[in-house]
């Protein structure tokens, strides 16, 4: 029995915890994939305040759990940014962008839901990657 990955959900890896996981990956910003397949894959997200996502849409649905911590999404289409908090569940339609940033002192952990293969764009107005 292989495991490709210690936290990849699979067959012969039927549990994971997001605390051992926290553990394993440490402080910082930090995103671990824990299932993938053909249709969809699981996130782990850790960002801690002071470090904001890109401005980026997508062509697929995504949505997030908020384990951890408070942050605001600024959507393409919505005036005021979305106050989210542990416990929430977040939505980002498809073909808008939308933008995450941490509030707060905390560290914040997510959970994103996507389909498998989908990656940020930029090719629309309003979007940007993160200067390197």
């Not at 210690?6 to 915890?17: E, N, R």
């Not at 926290?22 to 997200?45: C, H, L, N, Y």
């Not at 416990?87 to 941490?102: C, N, Q, R, T, Y």
Request: charged share 25%; hydrophobic share 35%; net charge negative.
């Amino acid at each position: 029995m292989s495991v490709a990955a210690p936290f990849l959900l699979s067959a012969d890896q039927l549990k994971v915890t997001v605390d051992d996981l926290i553990r394993s990956k440490g402080p910082g910003k930090w995103g671990e994939r824990i299932k993938i397949d053909e249709r969809f894959t699981i996130t782990v997200i850790q960002q801690p305040p002071g470090t904001p996502n890109d401005h980026h849409y997508h062509l697929e649905n995504e949505t997030w759990f908020i384990y951890r911590g408070e942050l605001t999404w600024q959507y393409e289409h919505h005036p005021e940014p979305v106050h989210v908090r542990a416990g929430d569940f977040v939505f980002a339609p498809k073909d808008l962008w939308h933008h995450i940033e941490p509030i707060g002192t905390e560290t914040t952990i997510r959970i994103a839901f996507t389909p498998t293969g989908e990656f940020h764009r930029y090719d629309r107005p309003g979007c940007r990657p993160l200067p390197s």
